[in-house]
């Protein structure tokens, strides 16, 4: 029996499950990460365009700061997150930005004096101040009243991953790589590590573990249109549910990216957008005022992706041999701005579409990008109810977006989570309550079970194709569980997903190489992913309403009355075609922003009923509170800070928030 | 709220009439007993816009459930489907079938470990090399005060960091260098490359002589033979040759050589 032994297993190499394992080796705790395939490869590379956090630097970032971010973040989620845990979020971003700053990456800086920017279509000059000069930059993003993503050109995430796993590098923490986790080796009440195929040799090894923290990402490849990496499939994420003890949570809310280009699926930044690229149609014509006088282009993903896709329902959709599209216009954004912040753009155009950003308008439709939902935590990331399992990144739902997640708040979450999640754990691992005690029986019956599971794939000859049930599924997924849904086509998706998922017990293989074989692989993980895609199915045919990314036709509107609550879902019994659901409900009396209407979008709503007498202590407490400082109003509102680690309890530093006493007059300054 | 059209949309490409498509991969799988490498030859109708990421997953699906290959990002990011393309390194999942010719010939890129037919083991190569390099920023101070303000840098020098630092770890360059094909510990355009990135970088506490250290000999600066392969097939268009040349010159002129 192959068992190796650690205080923290990581699965999943990313931004979130690198900066786990840094917080918990720091903390003199082993760590071990492993990961599909080499941490520098992970998706966290893939977010383009910027990292939220309220530096307040740029003249347009002015008045910026955590209760700006904060509040922005809630009307994002259409009041479905956790508003502590997004307090402690905006709290830690500022320094997950200074921290990676210190690691090396080289965010964009801001020059003092004038320079010319786009803002609704509009040439503008704005001045930067001489004191912001050389610090972090922002650009403007959806769903934000301040400019605060902060950016290294267009390869934002590919520069903060570079330098969490040089720094993981540095601190000699173990990767394994092209190790896949199949199964959570537990008691039905504590985690005790995983089974761990090695994909090359195809051998399985147990890890034992202390704790055990999935930071595996998201679940875009259920769908057959995503911007997701091919290895985003969610399986971390199932390996929790299928415990029949951990629960995950939300995952009717999907999130569908705005810009994708067509029909390719690849991502361009909505930094494309916040930098004053506009929508257009068939006929040229810019389309999203008519839709959103607020907020036009920079409306939340949820709402631009449902407006466009509204719009091409009406027949102003671009025809194409592979379907219809909208155009994305950057070119007034002109070639040195395009050359210098929006080169991953310009590439992925020239590679994938042979066109030039700076005079070709860009082709675009709406595709499946964020898994809103995820492995239900606390905001210590742990499990409720499997004690020494944690969560992070995508894979959680502790639950900072609610039903959808604003631009550049999720590669902010990877790093804060992190910091966050990892010091938690640190915790659990440095007190008795972390003590293990573990059969070796139980350790072999995991092992065994799941090597019998392998073996019966292999063993079967002329069963169901595993990459046809796959496909099968996600075309069901994008046609009735798409942008819009309605309980007729849910219905009929969880009809027909449930078929699939029976069929996937008959799977068999027709290549028979013990080792790295592909087809083993996807035939294992198809039979994961059918039951998170019954999750998101099913959860969305029983919320009867609209809210963020979820959206029905039948039930138009966001009902607080019935349905301020979290889906919860078990996977009681293997034997099992659906989940079983649980609601589980958001207090309005706790929470500091009281729902009402998100600046954007729909503005019909049902109210629930706390919702008038909570607004009304709110502005009580305001009231009595007036001119006593934004912190001691905040505090007196939703108390939060005894939940974040002491280490990131300090206030946040700006220009225009000095320390007293003040910063070194002069930091230095590098020359170039 | 109705203004004109900026310029007219380009009208997409026309209909080309459908033709076969021949790629030969070169095969083996070490740890398959029997394996032996081999040219294996697969034909399909090629698609309008498809890339090598289509082509190798189609084979896949409805051809050949063994054939082994790396994509992730498939959007020519995270540099882990880098192999050898008609005889040239490049990102498969950004190639185009129709920029190759009906006929292709795909290999896996030399000087890694080969896991099987497509598939190498890059990312033990890179780590390796980080470790032997220190390829990280070495703090000034350990514990820094991350809710102050950041340190300040110029914005030139930042953009100047961020074209070094956009490097995918890909192998294209390791794969064409004829001194990595002699020299298994030479540290490749990659690692000389990390060189020239930290050295730029104001917030590392090494000083020339520190880096010097690391890359004084033939398996670092002096090692390479200035074929220029690495900066000619760079997926990014990296000026690794310059920057080579460069800590080359930087290196004599401090007396060493």
Redesign the interface.
Known sequence: MNVIYTDVLVIGGGLAGLRIGIGAKRRGHDVIILSLVPPKRSHSAAAQGGMQASLGNVVKAMGDNEDVHFEDTVRGSDWGADQRVVRMFVDTAPKAVRELAAWGVPWSRVRKGDREVIINGQKTTITERDEAHGLVMQRDFGGTKKWRACYVSDGTGHAMLYAMSDQAIAQAITVHERMEALALIHDGSRCYGAVVRNLVTGELVAYVAKATAIASGGAGRLYRATTNAVICEGIGTALALETGVAAVANMEAIQFHPTAIFPACILVTEGCRGDGGLLRDAEGKRFMPDYEPEKKELASRDVVSRRMEEHIRSGKGVKSRFGEHLWLDITLLGAKHIDSNLREVKEICHYFLGINPITDWIPVRPAQHYTMGGIRTDYSGASPTLKGLYAAGEAACWDLHGFNRLGGNSVAETVVGGMIVGEYIADFCASAESNLTISTGLIREFLEHEQAKLDALAGNRGGEEANLLRVRMQEIMMSRVGIFRTGEELGAAVEELQSLLRRSRNIGLRSTANGANPELVSAYRVQKMLRLALCVAYGALTRTESRGAHFRHDYPRRNDAEWLHRTLATWKSPDDTLPALAREPIEVMQKELPPGWRGYGAKDYLDHPDTARRVAEVEAIRSRLAGAGRTKVQEALMPYSVLLPERFRSPNERIDEPFSPPAPAEPRMATP | ??????????A??P?KPQHKVRINVLRY?P??RGSVPRMQAYELEEA??M?LFIALNEI??KQ?????F???????????CAMVINGRPGLAC?T?TQSLGPEITLAPLPVFEL??DL?V????W??AM??RL????H?KEQE?D?????????????????EL??C??CGCCVAACGTARMRQDFVGAVGLNKIAR?RL????ARTDADFYELVGDDSGVFGCMSLLACHDVCPKSLPLATQIAFVRRKMAGAGWN
């Open positions: 709220m109705t203004e004109p059209a900026a310029t007219a949309p380009r997409p490409a209909e799988n740890q398959e309008e816009g890339t896949r699906e050949d459930a063994s054939l082994h790396d994509f992730v990002c498939r959007a020519g990011i995270c540099g882990s950004r185009l896991i099987a598939s083991n890059t990312g033990k890179m780590r980080s470790e220190q390829a990280w920023v703090m820094i991350i809710s102050r303000l950041e340190q300040r840098m110029e914005p030139e020098l930042a953009q100047k960091i961020y630092d956009r995918i770890e930290f970088d104001p917030r590392d």
